[in-house]
């Protein structure tokens, strides 16, 4: 496995959209490796491809110790609820901000193994969701952030 670098704000490709994954080859899985590596070094609950460059719809989410969440092609299917809390993210260090979230989010993505599969979570974990998969659309929590922290 290897650290990848995370890039910061003001970098294009964060603004891209990111592509489907269409076949799990070695090398996108040698790249989920390395992302939730990268993840857990940087001390972050979540990481989305475009944040290390590759423009592919693929994020990881750790919000359990030593359970990642490996989310490929995802998509959210269901949400309830309002939160609003303080978030923060690896691409725009040093700042926190207050986002307006669903509460309840429910996940629809292919994992690991190329199949599909649905996953539901609340609080920090439907965040950590909906902030990931924004990623995968060129969105940063700033941008629709109620209030920003620095
Ligand atoms: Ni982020």
Redesign the pocket.
Known sequence: MAKLKILKIGDETLRKVSRKVDVITPRINTLIDDMIETMRDADGC?L?AP?VGVLRRIVVVEVEEGKPIVLINPKIIAQAGVQEEIEG????PGRNGKTRRPRHVTVRAMGRDGKEFEVSGSDLLARAFC??LD?LDGK??IDEAIEMYD
């Not at 993210?89 to 725009?92: D, E």
């Open positions: 979540g989305a944040q993210c690896l691409s725009v902030h990931e990623h940063l929590y």
